[in-house]
């Protein structure tokens, strides 16, 4: 039997996103972030639940809302990074939030499919 490793195989294939104009602008997944990406992602949401918090409880915490809605907005440009920035500029922060819930989404169905590592499939 022939060994052969297909990498075709082993990549998902990308969402995408299509904007109000038709333009289509491929979505990475978190298999497709850098190190950095990865670190700047997972901190991101790690801090969210801690500025909605601040946001509940102050409202005009305008700190909390700047870092809340920037990083929303750094989150979208690492998944759709060939989205102009003034697009991504114009689009309101539930906009911003709907991608991401898209994603997240998506995320979540293809780890659903995955097998734990030391496990047999």
Not at 21 to 42: K, P, Q
Not at 93 to 114: C, H, T, V, Y
Request: charged letters at 25%; hydrophobic letters at 45%; aromatic letters at 8%.
């Amino acid at each position: 039997m022939p060994k052969n490793l297909n990498f075709a195989a082993l990549v998902p294939e990308r969402h995408t996103f299509t904007d109000t104009d038709g333009a289509v602008y491929e979505m990475l997944s978190r298999a497709d972030f850098s190190v950095t990406a990865m670190a700047r992602t997972t901190r991101f949401q790690k801090q969210f639940p801690t500025w909605i918090d601040r946001l509940q409880k102050s409202p005009d915490d305008v700190k909390a809302a700047e870092a809340l809605e920037a990083a929303i907005t750094a989150m979208v440009q690492i998944i759709i990074p060939t989205l102009p920035a003034a697009r991504l500029e114009s689009f309101t922060l539930g906009q911003k939030q709907m991608i991401l819930d898209f994603w997240n989404a998506r995320m979540a169905e293809a780890s659903e499919g995955e097998v734990k590592a030391g496990q047999a499939s």
